[in-house]
């Protein structure tokens, strides 16, 4: 089981766990949604077009991309950041048109929450570059000083 988990990360990379994981969680969060949907208070410039079900598929379908992505190579897996960003963006939309419109002063807290947490993180992890961690720094050679 060590060996195959860390042949997925070594052919995965930082930029695929990272992907794999976020994939993973809208996938989930949206099957939430369907199963045991919250109280839409705060979403209803989203319910007003169509049922929190239907909105749930975004997650459901942004993960799966998301996902799929995580196995590209690094240029490619472009598309699994920017289906990631989707659904906390609209999101974070619904919730900020909420406490515009004066029907939930909470949604600014939400819609915050969305903006850094989901779409700040997403937005830096796709700058990351593959290898951009520093190397440790040689140990000085031995030898005379000048």
Not at 74 to 80: A, K, L, P, S
Not at 81 to 96: C, G, K
Not at 124 to 143: C, D, F, I, M, Q
Request: charged letters at 15%.
């Amino acid at each position: 089981m060590c060996v195959a988990a860390w042949r997925l990360r070594q052919h995965l990379g930082r930029r695929g766990i990272f992907l794999l994981i976020i994939g993973l969680g809208e996938t989930f969060w949206g099957v939430s949604l369907i199963t045991d949907p919250p109280n839409t208070r705060g979403l209803e410039l989203l319910t007003n077009v169509c049922a929190l079900r239907h909105w749930a598929w975004l997650w459901i379908l942004a993960g799966i991309v998301t996902s799929a992505s995580a196995f590209l190579r690094i240029g490619r897996d472009r598309f699994g950041f920017v289906a990631a960003l989707v659904p906390p963006t609209v999101w974070a939309i619904a919730y900020a048109t909420a406490v515009v419109t004066g029907t939930y002063s909470r949604g600014a807290y939400i819609a915050v929450w969305y903006l850094t947490s989901h779409v700040g993180v997403i937005l830096w992890a796709a700058t990351v570059p593959e290898y951009s961690v520093p190397h440790l720094p040689r140990p000085a050679r031995k030898g005379k000083a000048e």
